[in-house]
T-cell receptor, first 114, second 111 residues
Framework: AQSVTQLDSQVPVFEEAPVELRCNYSSSVSVYLFWYVQYPNQGLQLLLKYLSGSTLVESINGFEAEFNKSQTSFHLRKPSVHISDTAEYFCAVSAMNTGNQFYFGTGTSLTVIP | NAGVTQTPKFRILKIGQSMTLQCTQDMNHNYMYWYRQDPGMGLKLIYYSVGAGITDKGEVPNGYNVSRSTTEDFPLRLELAAPSQTSVYFC??????????FGPGTRLTVT
């Protein structure tokens, strides 16, 4: 089975400051990587994903993540956060040898402080 | 497209009662999943299905049952509800392993 580690359970950051949410995964085979966002009392929405090609992927609201195969990481970054970015963020992975199963990290709660 | 829909949104059960959480998707996806989400624990896979008539256990299947008689529907059955089943339940579907689509969730309390 795959595993996904999100080391930071809570990240407080001031508005307009940069933020990085860390994600590491364990897999020796080709993977797809995802970041999902969950706003309070809502379901999970796809923020961005890496399938192939460029290792840097971007979302429409200014987040980006970089796939680093050698470090098995897929960290999420934003150069300047807004109050509206306050949410729970989940990293997930699907791998070639696990069928269509997806494995999730335990989540990082991002709180943007005015 | 409505995407993935779940009913009910909220439910309170007494210990020992049973209920069915409904999940429907209109994207013609073969793959469907049930997760539970507990604070600080992320999402745990309960059951999944690779197509109508085919289901398999995930990480935490005890106390739950599923069926998949059609492509669209994937109900989750709780028999003899226990306080440990208090959680938020999410249904998801996918065409392949490139993306999952989630429903809005069902918040269940067992008292």
């Amino acid at each position: 089975a795959q595993s996904v580690t999100q080391l930071d359970s809570q990240v407080p950051v001031f508005e307009e400051a940069p933020v990085e949410l860390r994600c590491n995964y364990s897999s020796s085979v080709s993977v797809y990587l995802f970041w999902y966002v969950q706003y309070p009392n809502q379901g999970l929405q796809l923020l961005l994903k890496y399938l192939s090609g460029s290792t840097l992927v971007e979302s429409i609201n200014g987040f980006e993540a970089e796939f680093n195969k050698s470090q098995t990481s897929f960290h999420l970054r934003k150069p300047s956060v807004h109050i509206s970015d306050t949410a729970e963020y989940f990293c997930a992975v699907s791998a070639m040898n696990t069928g269509n199963q997806f494995y999730f990290g335990t989540g990082t709660s991002l709180t943007v402080i005015p | 497209n409505a995407g993935v829909t779940q009913t009910p949104k909220f439910r309170i059960l007494k210990i020992g009662q049973s209920m069915t959480l409904q999940c429907t998707q209109d994207m013609n996806h073969n793959y469907m999943y049930w997760y539970r989400q507990d604070p600080g624990m992320g999402l745990k896979l309960i059951y999944y299905s690779v197509g109508a008539g085919i289901t398999d256990k995930g990480e935490v299947p005890n106390g739950y049952n599923v069926s998949r008689s059609t492509t669209e529907d994937f109900p989750l059955r709780l028999e003899l509800a226990a306080p440990s089943q208090t959680s938020v339940y999410f249904c998801a579907s996918s065409l392949d392993r490139s993306q999952q689509y989630f429903g809005p969730g069902t918040r269940l309390t067992v008292t």
